[in-house]
Every structure is written in structure tokens, then in C-alpha cells.
């Protein structure tokens, strides 16, 4: 029996990890689960899977939602702020955490979860930008497994040899992998004319054609700084330079990604664009179990189509590589600077084409400096974000 928490059950990975969950009860169990504010939501939760611990973010909301359980005799420990995040993965008795809170929220709970040893579900890529090394440094001390849920380091992670260690490249040299394809759909707007994209609304940028998401990172695969978080999050994984982690357009989204051998054997994961797939991979390793998804036909497929991105319309994926090519503490600059451009922009304050250039300003302005310490990372965070706020204001 693994015992589960999930962190930011109410969200879009949440509610499928639960899912999948639900689905074998004779496997997992789930011990925590945390919200920022949706209170019913994560009541209804607590109420059908009884955690141990329930967290939400503010207090008045932890009063309420102790109300609701007590209406239903759930006797859930219910708890509040950032810290309690925390809590969940340390007192909970959980041997398995499943990251799924957006943006560097999730940074620190995540952090607990690798250096306490658990087997770490990542879906919270912007914890790994932030802190590549140092995180990739906790999961070793911790000794637990981390095992990817983005769909494309899923499918890397599947298409990779068994004994393929992330921490050393000299060790992998004889198993001739080249590179990582990462495959991206582009998006809603991979056709929209350049013209059209500076009146472009919330409402037309979170509707993904092929992934239901949630609103955050809805807009990142609009602008594919999604798919520049994926590179800098595929370097952590698996330790290979960036030259070799390569973007390609595949708007179908059935091939999730690919690994590139050296004796030109080109492997592939394939399935449904649904969550529950890589989610179910992550619950289940090394075993593999029933998610809900539907079977993939490939018949019923009209083609799979390849092709370059074009970084002169998806300028935020450009100065992902850049970051990415910066090191330190740059890729954390990128991501605190673009959580902030899309919040505006979703919150009506920002124009679609301003995300990019409130990233940009915000990197010129402060992306030097190392991003060694949990401290560190959380100042070059903060700055940021009070620097790209201050450049929106003056817009
Ligand atoms: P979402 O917005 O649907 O859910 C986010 C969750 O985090 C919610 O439970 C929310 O209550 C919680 N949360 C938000 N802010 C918080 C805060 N300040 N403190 C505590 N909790 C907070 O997002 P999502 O689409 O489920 O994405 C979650 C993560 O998974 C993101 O990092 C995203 O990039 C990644 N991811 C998502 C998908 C997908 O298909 N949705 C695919 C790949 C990776
Ligand atoms: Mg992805």
C-alpha cells in the first residue's frame, strides 16, 4: 500500500491524481491533501478519502473547512499557511508525495518532500527551474526516487534505459543516448497571425486545443515558455547538456517525447493527451496500472506532423534558452518574472505580447548571481517579482 499526499489536490493534476486513485483502493492510500483557497473542493476530498492532515492557506478558510468536516464526522487534521504544506509531508506517515501546486508556492514543500526521502511525483516543474541543483541535491541526500509527471519527462523518462543515472554523464556514455526531444502542440495560437496576438484575451489563451489545464500554465503553452520550463526542467532531470534538449512542434500531441540513440534508434512514447496516463505511471513504478484513459488509435489519427518552433512567435521559449545558457540563478529570474506577467495578464492588467517583454526587462535587470542556498533562491525570487511588478506599473 503506498500512502499518498498531494499537494494541491484542488488543481488540475490534483483531481486526476485522485482519480487514478480512486480506481485502487487496494494500492494507495491517501494520507494529506492540500489547497490554497478552493475550501468546498478540498472538503468533498477529505470527506470521500479521510487524510490525516488537510491544508489550506489561510486561516479563516482552515476554520471553515473544520466546520465542514466536523458536519460530517471526517476527524481530518486540519491546518493553515505555508508551513503546514510542510508539515503535511513530514507528519503524515506519506512514502509518496505528488508535487502538483503551481508556480514557486510549491518550492519548499517539495524540497521537504526530496530531502526526507519520499518518492517525489513532480509536476511542479517551476520548484525544479528554480532550484535545479539544490533540489536535485536534496532528492540524492534524501535517497528517495523522483519520478517526472510533466507528460514529456514521462515519456523521456519511459523511453530512457533502466540504468540511466541523471547525476552522471561519464556513467551513461556507454548506453548512447544523443538527445531528449521534448514535443510541444504550440498551442492555441501555433497559426494566428502575428497581428492578431496583441488583442488576445485570458478566455483565448487558457483554451488549450488538446490539454485541460490550469490557468497558469494554459497560458505558458500559449506563449511556450511552458516548453522552455520543460528544457530547464529535462536538465535537471537527466543531467544532459542543453545542446543536446531539443524542441520540436507536434500539434497532434500523441507523441508525448522522444530519446534519440546513437545507433539511430529513435525511441517514442505514445498516448492519449490525458494526465492520468504519466500520473498513473508515477503511483504505480516500476508496475504499471489501469488510469481511465482511453485506448489510443492510431488509425483513427489523420497524421502526426513534426516541425521547428518558430522563436520569432514564441519569444518567451527564446528567452528560456537564454536562461537556461545563463545558469545561477537566471532560470529562477525567468520563472518568478513570468508568474508575475501571467497573473497580470490573466488578472486583465497586461497584454498578451507585454509577458515577454516584462520577462526580458526582468532578466536584463537582475540575472546574475548564484542560486546555491534555499535562501538565496527565495531573495533572487522575491526581487524579481518586485522588479517585473514595478516594470508592469510603469507600462
Ligand atoms: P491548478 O491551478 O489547476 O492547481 C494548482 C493547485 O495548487 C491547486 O490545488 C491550488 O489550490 C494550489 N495552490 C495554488 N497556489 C497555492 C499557494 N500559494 N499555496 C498553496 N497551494 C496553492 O494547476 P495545475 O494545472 O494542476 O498545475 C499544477 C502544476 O503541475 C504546475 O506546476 C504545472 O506546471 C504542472 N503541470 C500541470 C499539467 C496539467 O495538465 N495540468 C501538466 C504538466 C505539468
Ligand atoms: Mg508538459
Redesign the pocket.
Known sequence: MRRIAI????????V?TLDVIRAHPDRFEVVAL?????VDRLAEQCIEFKPAIAVV?EAADAARLEGLLQQNNISTQVMYG?SS?VTAVTDSDCDTVMA????A??LVPALAAAKAGKRVLL?????LVMSGNLFMQAMNAGGGELLP???EHNAIFQCLPNNFTKDSSSQNAHLGVEELWLTASGGPFRNTPLDQLASITPEQACAHPN???????SV?SATMM?KG?EVIEAFWLFGLPLEKIKVLIHPQSVVHSMVRYRDGSVLAQLGQPD?RTPIAYGLAWPERVAAGVKPLSLTQLANLSFSEPDLSRFPCLSLAFTAAQSGGAAPAVLNAANEVAVAAFLDKGLPYLQIPVVVEKTLNAIATGKADSLDSILQIDAQARKVAQDFIKAL
Do not use: F, H
Not at 490539454?211 to 500554465?217: D, Y
Open positions: 499537494l494541491g489536490s484542488t488543481g488540475s493534476i490534483g486526476n492540500t489547497a490554497g483557497k478552493q492557506s505555508p504544506l502538483a501546486i503551481v508556480g508556492a510549491g509536476a511542479n516543474k517551476e520548484a509527471i510533466d507528460s490539454w485541460v489545464m490550469g490557468r497558469k500554465i505558458d511552458n520550463l494526465m
